[in-house]
């Protein structure tokens, strides 16, 4: 589990979190709210990027502020991923690998996958920014610890890999891990997600399913359930 409590954090005098409490259980949580609600803020102050300037946050009933290693049990797809572009796709895995330590998956069945034989050879430079995405989820999925962070994994992808990372990660989910995912499209959310935890303005305004989010908005679709908190807010 992870828990966070009374969560501070900002920058200059924008203040990004103000006070988040959460409680996180097993399963695919989706963590949304509009631009600079302060949902990269939090995914990174849980991973150690980023530290708060109040509060705590621990896993495992363990405070990981100031700590390093609990990050051996997080796998973390960036919204961008900054590869060095003189490298072959090989030469990063075997990078990636050598570096993290951990004992991989089999990573022969993601690259079978996400079709990405003929590109292992080829320079990152080459690479179109879906393809980028490709090797960044298998660069994700190929270490298999405890807990997932997805921030906007479907960038770039096409319907078939789209399909392919939902069915990884409700695979992952039954494993029992925790997976957070961040992320604006809407069906892909909802086909996938257990929990629903809406920020907005660096504060937590919802937390629960989303059939409870579609009856307090008393909405039929979560789209427009979205649409709705958005629009009482920002009317």
Known sequence: ?????????????????????????????????????????????????????SGNISIDNQSVLNKWDYRQKIDYLPQIANFPSNITVQELLNMIKDLRGNKTQDEKEYIELFHLSKFLNKK???????????????????????????????????????????????????????????SHIMDFVEGISDEIVFI????????????????KTNQESFEKAIANILKQNYA
Do not use: W
């Open 124 to 182: 990152l430079s080459a690479l179109s920014g879906g393809t980028k995405q490709k090797v960044n989820i298998l660069l994700t999925f190929m270490f298999d610890n405890p807990i997932m962070i997805l921030d906007e994994p479907t960038t770039g992808l096409d319907p078939v890999a789209l399909l392919t990372l939902k069915d990884l990660i409700i695979r992952e989910k039954n494993k029992g891990k925790i997976i957070l995912v961040t």
């Open 200 to 215: 907005l303005e660096g504060k937590i305004y919802f937390k629960g399913s989303i059939e409870l989010l579609k009856e």
């Open 1 to 53: 589990m992870i828990k966070i409590d009374s969560l501070y954090k900002k920058y200059g005098e924008n203040h990004v979190l103000k006070g988040v409490d959460l409680e996180i259980e097993q399963g695919v949580i989706a963590i949304l709210g509009p631009n600079g609600s302060g949902k990269t803020t939090l995914n990174k102050c849980i991973l150690g990027m980023v530290f708060p300037d």
